[in-house]
């Protein structure tokens, strides 16, 4: 077991703006908004009308089909619209509006702890999918779809997803320090699932305050241990987590279960304790608002469906004398560019960075032809040829890229592009040929079925 992967860069971290900041609930005013795709999967399915009396906790939206997930409203009101918003990715989607009357009246406290012991496995899992759980690292992926592979026998390592390599967030940071107990409980409940499996709680070195206090809550969990890995960007990715632990490299046709091990971030094992310990929906999770652009940079319990505008005007809003030149949904390496911050916060959104300058747009400067300095592939987490594959791009051969050059097993972490002398921009390319060439091969099937 080592404490890293091949590649990666050490971008500035950033995380001096919000680290020390406790955790602290903010309740909106206004309405909340949730999108009926919050995941990986078939968007939900509206379950509420217009007009219809709704509170905390209550499911307003079913999950339509195996990969999909529950919506949860957090707060208390009426339902004003079922109609398209603008979302994180900038497209108009399906929501749910809900007129936020303030009160937050939530009928079930969910205070009354039950024993797990008494649950079978296939309840445990029954409440993760009814609390709406989803992978809260960023993929969104449905918790009780990961945690019921076809061989739970053969799960070696059961990896909480502590990293956060991301630069400038801090809220799971700052759950660790504060929650550390809930989290193992969670973490005790998944290996129930797995009698195989090994609990790894997976830091990064430079949170050596979430490393102490994770490190004092396994204390007398016998399967379950805290291992510090390397400071080094994109430590948090699935993959780099994977071959850190378990020294498996594995092809993007197959799932972290096919090698043995089920990763879950460490907000996702958070949720899963409340859901099966007090029957506690996902309405809320950790978000941190940040950037040298923020008047007060801090890290939120946030109820989904809040406007990114009342939580950056919550953070003191932006720095007098100064323009902010790009707003991110995420951090600066895999984050998307918001162009409004009308826009609402889902179940996968951990942070809102607030940019005094805009790299991208410095970087256009500066751009010249590929200087084939090889750096791209020395830095490269998936061992790919980023080189060859954006010229494979620029030559339209789609076939090469993806058969050739195994283009489709980018992660999209933004090493290359952030490495690059020359400039180009390497990871934005990627993503969209990987958006054309999944379509193509959605309209193929399709196609097939008629």
């Known amino acids: 077991m080592k404490d890293t992967f091949r590649g990666g860069v050490h971008p500035r971290g950033h995380k001096a703006l919000s680290r020390e900041m406790p955790l602290r609930a903010y309740e909106p005013v206004g309405e909340l908004v949730f999108p009926l795709a919050q995941h990986i999967g078939k968007p939900a399915k509206p379950i509420v009308k217009k007009g219809d009396a709704v509170s905390v906790g209550q499911c307003i939206a079913e999950a339509d089909g195996f990969v999909s997930a529950n919506i949860i409203c957090s707060c208390s009101g009426k339902v004003k619209a079922i109609e398209k918003r603008r979302t994180i990715s900038g497209a108009m989607q399906e929501c749910i509006v809900v007129e936020n009357d303030g009160l937050f009246t939530q009928p079930d406290r969910y205070e009354v702890r039950e024993d797990p012991s008494a649950l079978s496995n296939e309840a445990i899992i029954a409440r993760v999918k009814d609390a709406g759980i989803i992978g809260l690292g960023g993929a969104g992926f449905p918790t009780h779809v990961k945690l019921a592979p076809k061989k739970p026998l053969a799960i070696r390592y059961l990896i909480a997803n502590g990293a956060e390599c991301e630069p400038y967030l801090t809220c799971n940071d700052q759950l660790m320090r504060a929650s550390a107990d809930e989290i193992v409980e969670g973490m005790e409940i998944v290996l129930r699932l797995f009698p195989n499996a090994e609990g790894i709680v997976a830091i990064e070195t430079n949170k050596p305050e979430a490393i102490a206090a994770m490190q004092k809550a396994v204390q007398g969990h016998e399967r379950i241990r805290v291992l510090s890995l390397r400071t080094k960007y994109p430590q948090g990715g699935e993959r780099s987590l994977i071959k850190a632990i378990a020294g498996i490299d594995y092809p993007i046709t197959k799932l972290p279960a096919d090698v043995g091990c089920i990763v879950d971030n460490v907000g996702t094992l958070y949720a899963i304790g409340r859901a099966v310990l007090y029957r506690e929906p996902l309405f809320r ?40 030149k790009k707003v991110l949904a995420g951090g600066p390496m895999m984050g998307i560019a918001v162009g409004s911050l009308e826009v609402p916060v889902t179940k996968t959104t951990n942070a809102i960075t607030v940019l005094a300058e805009d790299a ?91």
């Open 285 to 324: 999770h950790v978000l941190t608002v940040t950037g040298e652009a923020i008047v007060r940079p801090c890290n939120y319990i946030v109820r989904d469906g809040t406007s990114f505008a009342e939580l950056v005007e919550a953070a003191g809003g932006v720095k007098p004398d100064t323009e902010a």
């Open 360 to 450: 991208v747009e410095r970087a256009d400067k500066y751009m010249t032809t590929c200087l084939h300095c090889g750096r791209c592939t020395t830095v490269c987490p998936s061992g790919l040829m980023p080189q060859m594959m954006a010229d494979a791009i620029i030559a339209g051969d789609f076939e090469r890229y993806e058969k050739k050059l195994y283009g489709l097993d980018c992660v999209a972490c933004g090493s290359c592009t952030y490495i690059c002398p020359a400039k180009r921009p390497l990871t934005q390319a990627f993503k969209q040929t990987k958006a054309e060439i999944m379509a193509k091969k959605r309209a193929e099937a399709a196609g097939g079925k008629k």
